[in-house]
C-alpha cells in the first residue's frame, strides 16, 4: 500500500520561508512523478508543482520563482521549498504521486494516492 506523510508546515510570518517534505513508502519511488496541491481555506484544490521521474520540474505560475520542488530517491522523499511567504500560501498542502509520466502538467485527478496534508499559515 502506497503511504504518504508531509511534514515541515508550521505558522510563519510573512516574507519567512519554509521546506516542506514528503515521503514516501510502497512504490517504486524513482519511476514515480510527485506533485504538490494545496487548499486554502474556503477554496478549491489548487496544483503548486510537480517533479517527474527524470528530475524535471513545474511550476504553478502564481508560485513560479518563489518555490523550489526537488527529490531525493535514496530517501524517497520529495521536497517544497518555500520562500518569501505571503497571507495567500496559508494552505493545507498535500502531496501526490502516480507512475510516471503523467499526461498533462497540474493535471491532478491523474494522481493516486494523496497524503493528510500538513498546514502551512503566514502571519501578516
Known amino acids: 500500500q502506497v503511504q504518504l506523510v508531509e511534514s515541515g508546515g508550521g505558522l510563519v510570518q510573512a516574507g519567512g520561508s519554509l521546506r516542506l517534505s514528503c515521503a514516501a513508502s510502497g512504490r517504486t519511488f524513482s519511476s514515480s512523478a510527485i506533485a504538490w496541491a494545496r487548499q486554502a481555506p474556503g477554496k478549491g484544490l489548487e496544483w503548486v508543482s510537480s517533479i517527474y521521474s527524470d528530475g524535471s520540474t513545474h511550476y504553478a505560475d502564481s508560485l513560479k520563482g518563489r518555490v523550489t520542488i526537488s527529490r531525493d530517491n535514496a530517501k524517497s522523499t520529495v521536497y517544497l521549498q518555500m520562500n518569501t511567504l505571503n497571507a495567500e500560501d496559508t494552505a493545507d498542502y498535500y502531496c501526490?504521486?502516480?507512475?510516471?509520466?503523467?499526461?498533462?502538467?497540474?493535471?491532478?485527478?491523474?494522481?493516486?494516492?494523496w497524503g493528510q496534508g500538513t498546514q502551512v499559515t503566514v502571519s501578516s
Open positions: 501526490t504521486i502516480k507512475k510516471d509520466p503523467p499526461l498533462a502538467v497540474g493535471l491532478l485527478a491523474e494522481y493516486d494516492y
